[in-house]
């Protein structure tokens, strides 16, 4: 088992910047990828970017290249989501995931979810 904890979330302006962490616990974190997703009330997760476990990959979704970065320190079981340029369109509840594979862009790709911490960018 993997647990997933993620905080920095809150209220912002436009133009701001954010960073959420994920705090882990249990198994070796150093052996999963790490996945961001967001979610808006009623619709599905979508994905964010992800890292692999070592650290030394990324891959963003479309949306937020050049704005987002994500990264992780295995020392501190953590991982990182740097969000920069925040628009209001970014308001949403943002979720890591864990995975042993890495690549994954869908829900269903990982095993092990945090709670979601929610970030809304006011204009």
């Known amino acids: 088992q993997v647990q997933l904890v993620e905080s920095g979330g809150g209220l912002v302006q436009a133009g701001d910047s954010l960073r959420l962490s994920c705090a882990a616990s249990?198994?070796?974190?150093?052996?999963?990828?790490v996945a961001w997703f967001r979610q808006a009330p009623g619709n599905d997760r979508i994905f964010v970017g992800v890292?692999?476990?070592?650290?030394?990959?990324?891959s963003y979704a479309d949306s937020v290249k050049g704005r987002f970065t994500i990264t992780r320190d295995n020392a501190k079981n953590t991982a990182y989501l740097q969000m920069n340029n925040l628009k209001p369109e970014d308001t949403d509840v943002y979720y890591c995931?864990?995975?042993?594979?890495?690549?994954?862009?869908?829900?269903?790709?990982?095993?092990?979810w945090g709670q979601g911490t929610q970030v809304t960018v006011s204009a």
């Open positions: 995931a864990a995975d042993i594979t890495y690549g994954g862009v869908w829900e269903r790709d990982y095993q092990y």
């Open positions: 249990g198994r070796t974190f150093s052996r999963y990828s």
């Open positions: 890292i692999s476990a070592s650290g030394d990959g990324t």
